[in-house]
C-alpha cells in the first residue's frame, strides 16, 4: 500500500481551485495524497505564485516552444514520470489531452469544470464562457462537476457534482465566483481525495 498518493495539478490561470486543493490538504480533508508538482502552460499564471509560496515545485511547458501537440504532452509526461506522479488533477488547465495521454492514467486524472455536466460542456465550454452560456440559456440552477478524464472533451464518468442557483441581475462573473465558492472549491478537495484513497488501497 502506498503511503500517500502524488498528485500533480495541472493549471493554466488564478489557480483558485489549486488554492482551494492546498488550503484542503492544509486542513487535512485531502490526507491520502499529496501535491507533489504544479505544471502550467502559461507562464504568468499565478497558479505558479500559489504553488511556489506553499513550497510546491513547479514546472512550465509550453506549447509554442514544441513543435507538436504530441512533444507537448510529451513533456508533461516527462515531467510527471519523473515525479512518479500517481493521480492527475486538472483545475483550469484549459488544454484538451489526446487519448494517448488519457489511457495512460486511466481513472487517474481528474478535471473540475463550471457546470452541471452534460449542460455546457464539451469543447469550446471553459472558464467564463460557460457561465455565459448558462445565464444566455436562462437556466435557474448551474453548478459545478468533477469527473474522470478520458478522450472525450468533458466526458468522462462523473464522480461529484453539486448545484448552485442562479440569481436575479447575475452577470458571467458573479455567476462564476458563486460556482467557485459554493460548489468548485468544496467538491474539487473531496473529489481528490476519494480518488487518491482509491489509489492507495488499490495502487494496480
Ligand atoms: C474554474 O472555474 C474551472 O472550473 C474552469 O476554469 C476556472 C479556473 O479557475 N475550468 C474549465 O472551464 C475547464 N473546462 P482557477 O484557475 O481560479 O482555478
Redesign the pocket.
Known amino acids: 500500500m502506498l503511503n500517500k498518493a502524488k498528485i500533480a495539478v495541472l ?10 486543493l492546498i488550503d484542503a490538504q492544509k486542513s487535512g480533508i485531502i490526507k491520502s495524497g499529496e501535491i507533489k508538482l504544479v505544471v502550467s502552460n502559461k507562464s504568468d ?3 505558479l505564485t500559489r504553488a511556489e509560496k506553499s513550497g510546491i515545485k513547479t514546472a512550465v511547458i509550453l506549447k509554442k516552444e514544441c513543435a507538436s501537440k504530441e512533444e507537448f504532452e510529451n513533456k508533461i509526461i516527462e515531467k510527471l514520470t519523473k515525479a512518479e506522479i500517481d493521480v492527475i488533477v ?5 488544454c484538451i489531452l489526446s487519448e494517448k495521454f488519457t489511457y495512460r492514467y486511466p481513472k487517474r486524472i481528474i ?4 457546470s452541471l455536466i452534460p449542460s455546457f ?1 464539451g469543447e469550446g ?3 467564463l ?2 457561465h455565459e452560456a448558462a445565464l444566455a440559456y436562462g437556466v435557474k440552477v448551474t453548478g ?1 462537476t468533477v469527473h474522470y478524464v478520458n478522450e472525450i ?2 466526458g468522462g464518468e462523473i464522480i461529484m457534482q453539486k448545484a448552485v442557483e442562479v440569481e436575479e441581475g447575475d452577470t458571467p462573473e458573479i455567476l ?1 465566483r458563486r ?2 465558492e459554493n460548489a ?1 472549491w468544496i467538491i ?1 478537495p473531496e473529489a481528490t481525495e476519494k480518488v487518491c484513497a482509491q489509489v492507495i488501497n488499490n495502487p494496480s
Open positions: 493549471v493554466s490561470g488564478g489557480g483558485t481551485n489549486l488554492q482551494a499564471a499565478y497558479a486538472l483545475a483550469g488547465f484549459m478535471n473540475v469544470h463550471p460542456c465550454f471553459y472558464g464562457k460557460v459545478a472533451a468533458d462564476q460556482v467557485m468548485e474539487l
